[in-house]
Nanobody
Framework: QVRLVESGGGLVQAGGSLRLSCEAS????????MGWYRQAPGKHRELVAT??????TYGDSVKGRFTISRDNAKNTVYLQMNSLKPEDTAVYYC???????????WGQGTQVTVSS
């Protein structure tokens, strides 16, 4: 089992920045990719960014504004969010993929609210 704990969410004005963190604990040895997804009220969960051993992927709506990074020694993934817009308001979820068991784990989510 892998436990993911997110932190760093909050309320920010449009144009501002936030940095989310997600620390993984437990059986982390086989974690390959980690990433962030978000879900706004009434909408489907969507990709924000993922980072694997050799690749990074961003959702179209955040390219150029968000940056994902990872500290393998700390089993932590970060999401630096700049130039935030009201439409970025959502619950942000961290996930990780266990490449041995083919299992995806999810965190409990952290709320990001961007005021106009």
């Amino acid at each position: 089992q892998v436990r993911l704990v997110e932190s760093g969410g909050g309320l920010v004005q449009a144009g501002g920045s936030l940095r989310l963190s997600c620390e993984a604990s437990g059986s982390t040895a086989n974690i390959n990719a980690m990433g962030w997804y978000r879900q706004a009220p009434g909408k489907h969960r969507e990709l924000v960014a993922t980072i694997g051993s050799s690749s990074i992927t961003y959702g179209d709506s955040v390219k150029g504004r968000f940056t994902i990074s990872r500290d393998n020694a700390k089993n932590t993934v970060y999401l630096q969010m700049n130039s935030l817009k009201p439409e970025d308001t959502a619950v942000y979820y961290c996930n990780s993929f266990d490449s041995l068991r083919f299992v995806t784990y999810w965190g409990q989510g952290t709320q990001v609210t961007v005021s106009s």
